[in-house]
């Protein structure tokens, strides 16, 4: 089997491909790369799992900022 080379190219390419960011003519030029080149179908695969680890992030601000947030907000003077 031939070696392929990924490039810096394809690498974003399937960034884009995973936020819906590419045509459907680069879907499957990107697809059809996927087939053939291991090392590109391991990258997608791995950024896929990261993007649903991702997804699952939520933050929240601590109990002192809130509190901090809303004193200043509280004693905040308007310079007119």
């Known amino acids: ?16 491909y995973l936020y819906g960011e590419t045509t459907n003519t680069e879907n499957l030029e990107l697809e059809n790369d996927l087939c053939k080149d291991g090392d590109l179908l391991d990258f997608y695969l791995d950024s896929l799992a990261l993007k649903a680890s991702m997804d699952k992030i939520t933050m929240s601000p601590s109990r002192r900022v809130i509190e901090s947030i809303k004193a200043f907000s509280e004693n905040y003077q308007p310079a007119i």
Request: aromatic residues 0%; charged residues 20%; proline residues 0%.
């Open 1 to 16: 089997m031939r070696m392929i080379q990924t490039s810096t190219t394809q690498l974003n390419d399937v960034v884009k």
